[in-house]
């Protein structure tokens, strides 16, 4: 699994290599058959120009952190959070909100056994119409939020998906989405990353729900749980629920 | 759009704009075009500065070629 990761990353590394010497072979190509042959200046200076731009690409260095630094980050940022919720008696699946002032924060119910009386009949798993005030909740800021929000905007859920995770963070490669009626169901391929931390997976889902769940309360504007996660092999299937809050 | 792709993408954007414009005005001198596109390439390359492996190769080749363009103009005048 390591080996085609690493692979995997090689290639990204040489694909804009790749790209310009092939670029460049057919460049060469083109300006000596239109000068030599055709005889022809404008489509010599065509040639030329492909060439200049094989070339540009060759030499141009990826201004994206390198995929490494990006798997360190996430990890560092899964560790602090999962030694928070180490201290704390916290179980339930989080439920993540819109943001508030370029923030986002995810509420997480405490342990139902610990709570008062009162809370006791309410339901933990999500329900559409559940009420916030009938549990106790503990609320988590996300220091990744400003990073996303910022590279979000005027994008439809999709293309913000694909352009954090697979641009950007580069933890999976194809990323499908489908809604129907609240539901919203996220399907990744070819995972990079693989959380380590039980608790973090417990409340929060796997890195890359995580990411997609503060995306897509974003865009919807709503609170929103997650469902249903399954992992098979590098392939992440999250099912999601907007919650309709009852005013 | 990152950076990157940015950058690429008007470089050909400007050179397909400028052998366009040079073919319909029926330029036949190849220096012309040459000149223009590699002032073009200094121009977006000051424009977006994107990262480059080591010290930048083809603004150096471009440089040395620009001279021996100049020059050999001045020495036609000249001569």
Do not use: H
Not at chain 1, 16 to 35: R, S, V, W
């Amino acid at each position: 699994m390591t080996n085609i990761n690493e692979t995997q990353i090689n290639f990204e590394k040489q694909r804009y290599q790749i790209l310009g010497i092939t670029l460049m072979l057919m460049g060469i190509l083109f300006t000596q058959y239109f000068y030599f042959i055709l005889k022809n200046i404008s489509l010599t200076a065509f040639g030329i120009s492909i060439i200049i731009i094989s070339i540009t690409i060759i030499f141009l260095a990826d201004d994206s952190p390198s995929p490494e630094i990006i798997k360190s980050l996430i990890e560092s940022i899964c560790d602090n959070i999962e030694t928070q919720l180490n201290f704390s008696d916290l179980n339930e699946r989080c439920i993540y909100l819109p943001p508030r002032e370029n923030k986002i924060f995810v509420y997480i119910p405490k342990n139902q056994s610990k709570t008062s009386k009162s809370s006791k009949n309410t339901e933990i798993s999500p329900k559409a119409t559940r009420s916030m005030s009938q549990t106790e909740w503990i609320t988590i800021y996300l220091p990744i939020s400003i990073l996303l929000l910022n590279s979000v905007k005027e994008k439809s859920i999709e293309e913000a998906l694909y352009e954090i995770l697979v641009d950007q963070f580069k933890t999976i490669k194809i990323i499908k989405v489908v809604e129907s009626n609240n539901k919203i169901i996220v399907k990744m391929i070819g995972s990079k990353i693989e959380n380590s931390q039980p608790k973090f997976k417990q409340i929060f889902g796997s890195f890359n729900t995580m990411i997609s769940g503060s995306i897509i309360s974003y865009f919807k504007n709503k609170p929103l749980v997650i469902m249903q996660e399954n992992i098979v092999n590098a392939n992440i299937t999250t099912t999601f629920e907007v919650i309709e809050i009852n005013e | 759009m990152n950076k990157r792709k940015l950058y690429i993408l008007s470089l050909e954007t400007l050179y397909a704009l400028t052998l366009i414009i040079l073919s319909i005005l029926r330029i036949e001198q190849l220096d012309v075009y040459l000149i223009i596109m590699i002032m073009i390439y200094y121009i977006i390359t000051l424009v977006f500065q994107p990262k480059k492996r080591g010290i930048d190769m083809v603004g150096l080749i471009f440089f040395i070629f620009f001279c021996y363009l100049i020059f050999r103009k001045i020495f036609a005048i000249i001569g």
